[in-house]
């Protein structure tokens, strides 16, 4: 069975420019998370989904920050424009159930770097 | 703001020996889970604890909740080289938000061969 796939994996850009990220969950998984991880920490909750909604979206940068889960599958997360503190890992996640058994399976994540 | 803060930050072991790290959380939970995080890489879920259990144990693991204390600790029993990573707990605080895990800081394991 296919993991939870990401692209891109790393992603450079200068600060001012649009970045996205795209996130394929596990086949049948309802719930999908994006979460942000600053070196160091731990991931941090920006969006969750259930199905094409957006159930928990209070950590979302919503001046620059946009996500969208369209036909309740595969999600993508944007950033118009980019600043320098953006720079981090992205991470998704997607859970059966609406995570009641708790369980999140996380994808390989996506590393952004803002010069 | 993090929920879960785990303790030490920072832990070096030989190959072999136990390695136990604790974390503290602020609010009542549901369930308090454990992550392993291989540097560059996707965390994967070890175990969950619910709050109305005291200790779980998976192979060589084994995980404590201490609900009046409000932590939980795990051990990894005959550690490995490969066990080298870092270690985050995530609590869901309460069933109406199951799934939306909050994760501490991590501890960071390095096992010596």
């Known amino acids: 069975e296919a993991g939870v796939v990401q692209s891109p994996r790393y992603k450079i850009i200068e600060k001012k420019q649009p970045v996205a990220f795209w996130c394929n969950p596990i086949s049948g998984h309802n719930t999908l998370y994006w979460y942000l991880q600053n070196l160091g920490q731990g991931p941090e909750l920006l969006i969750r989904y259930e199905n094409e909604e957006a159930v928990d979206d209070s950590q979302l940068p919503k001046d620059r920050f946009s996500a969208e889960r369209l036909k309740g599958v595969d999600s993508t997360l944007k950033i118009q424009p980019a600043e320098l503190g953006d720079s981090a890992v992205y991470l998704c996640a997607s859970s059966f159930g609406q995570g009641r058994t708790g369980e999140l399976f996380f994808g390989e994540g996506s590393r952004l770097t803002v010069l | 703001s993090q929920q879960g803060e785990e303790d030490p930050q920072a832990l070096s072991i030989q190959e072999g020996e136990n390695a136990t790290m604790n974390c503290s959380y602020k609010?009542?939970?549901?369930?308090l889970q454990w992550y392993r995080q291989n540097s560059g890489r996707g965390l994967v879920h070890l175990i969950l604890i619910r709050s109305n259990e005291r200790e779980k144990h998976s192979g060589r693991l084994r995980v404590t909740l201490d609900t009046s204390k409000k932590s939980s600790s795990l051990l990894i029993t005959a550690s490995r080289a490969a066990d080298t990573a870092s270690y985050f707990c995530?609590?869901?605080?309460?069933?109406?938000?199951?799934?939306?895990?909050?994760f501490g800081d991590g501890t960071t394991l390095t096992v010596k061969p």
């Open positions: 995530a609590t869901d605080s309460d069933d109406t938000n199951a799934g939306k895990s909050t």
């Open positions: 609010t009542s939970i549901n369930n």
